[in-house]
């Protein structure tokens, strides 16, 4: 899911913490994406591998400033999430900012 999509009752948003700050203060940032079940039943998400999120950084040229994924390994297991009727599961990235330039805007 992408922040903003709908799943078949599931509900995905992404947000930046903290979401104003100073370049110069700040060595890096932290998106937490958000799936929530919607719903009065269950919801199951299937994952090939122990990977259960992705996170890329594009920059105001077009060009990917960071990939969450690039440097960590993941084991080859195929594995279930169950989500809960009413309740939410959370992923965090922490998002280094050195290759960040004050007053640009970058996409997550």
Do not use: C, H
Not at 46 to 54: D, L, V
Not at 62 to 68: A, V
């Amino acid at each position: 899911l992408k922040p903003g999509a709908r799943g078949p009752d599931l509900k995905a948003t992404a947000r930046v913490e903290p979401s104003d700050f100073a370049l110069a203060d700040r060595r890096e940032v932290r998106v937490i994406f958000t799936v929530q079940n919607t719903t009065k039943r269950a919801e199951r998400m299937e994952f090939a591998n122990s990977q259960r999120m992705e996170l890329t950084v594009i920059g105001p040229d077009g060009k990917q400033i960071f990939l969450w994924s690039e440097d960590r390994l993941f084991e080859q297991k195929p594995a279930t999430v169950v989500i809960n009727p009413r309740e939410r599961i959370e992923y965090e990235a922490a998002v280094p900012t050195r290759d960040m330039t004050a007053g640009s805007v970058y996409t997550a």
